[in-house]
């Protein structure tokens, strides 16, 4: 299995797709994708994060269509075929993520929807994290 990006989601058939974020231990501040060092938080001078799975499931915060291909070097589908695109709140930690929906239109999101990570395919075959209706 070829990750589109490694480090920032593991798949496991136990517990599905989870994104991978960082953790202060001394703040608790959360971010993704996981950053190695200092805490990002500008009230905090940690050092001391962990990286830890983050919640599979959140709030659409925002939605789209991409009704373009991306750009080279960014490979397409030939024929484009248009994606729809959220930014999700994760539920516990309030942070917010981007990523393609699998599976829905825009016309069938809306604001703050349930939806819940999965996987897929990118053009050129790498997996990456989706979002999907929440089951």
Not at 14 to 43: K, M, Q, W, Y
Not at 118 to 129: F, K, M, Q, R
Request: glycine residues 10%; aromatic residues 8%; charged residues 15%.
């Amino acid at each position: 299995m070829t990750y589109a990006i490694d480090g920032w989601f593991a798949i496991s058939p136990e517990d599905g797709v989870h994104l991978l974020g960082t953790s202060c231990t001394a703040c608790g501040t959360i971010t993704f994708p996981p950053r190695p060092g200092s805490c990002p938080n500008p009230r905090c001078a940690s050092t001391d994060t962990q990286v830890r799975p983050l919640p599979r499931r959140g709030r659409v915060w925002s939605y789209t269509n991409a009704c373009y291909p991306p750009p080279a070097p960014y490979v397409a589908a030939d024929p484009y075929v248009p994606v729809t695109l959220a930014a999700v709140e994760l539920d516990e930690v309030g942070i917010v993520v981007l990523g393609q929906v699998k599976g829905l239109t825009a016309d069938q999101l809306q604001v703050g929807m349930e939806l819940e990570l999965t996987s897929g395919p990118l053009a050129d075959g790498p997996l990456v994290w989706m979002w999907g209706r929440a089951s």
